[in-house]
């Protein structure tokens, strides 16, 4: 029996995505839920240099993934336009912010 049931990445950078893309891998049951504040994830950074150089290039190229291909084929929860505020004690497991539809509890970590 795992330790926890829920993972809960603060932001939806590369590294953030591949650590719930991880967890959902090797820990199908878990509850992955992606918390970002933007409306993109996984921004491919290395290939933002090469759009600098050209800007003729669609920004578009540097989109590695898009958002529903989380939520629809990898079964993550992944919420855009959700701030994380505060954190409360690791008793309560829960954090507090902002979403869409204003403020926001996240419950289980």
């Known amino acids: 029996m795992p330790l926890f049931k829920t993972i809960l ?3 939806g950078d590369a590294a953030d995505m591949s650590a719930a893309s991880q967890a959902r891998r090797t820990m199908p049951d878990l509850e992955v839920t992606v918390l970002e504040m933007t409306d993109d994830v996984s921004c ?3 290939g933002m240099p090469y759009n600098i150089a050209d800007p003729d290039r669609d920004i578009e ?3 590695v993934r898009r958002v529903d291909v989380f939520r629809q084929k990898q079964w993550i929860d992944l ?3 959700h701030r994380v505020d505060t954190t409360s004690d690791s008793r309560q497991r829960t954090m507090s912010g902002h979403g869409p539809h204003g403020g ?3 419950p289980g970590l």
């Open 9 to 11: 990445p603060i932001g």
């Open 44 to 46: 491919s950074a290395y």
């Open 61 to 63: 190229d540097l989109v």
């Open 79 to 81: 919420r855009t336009g």
């Open 104 to 106: 926001a509890i996240y």
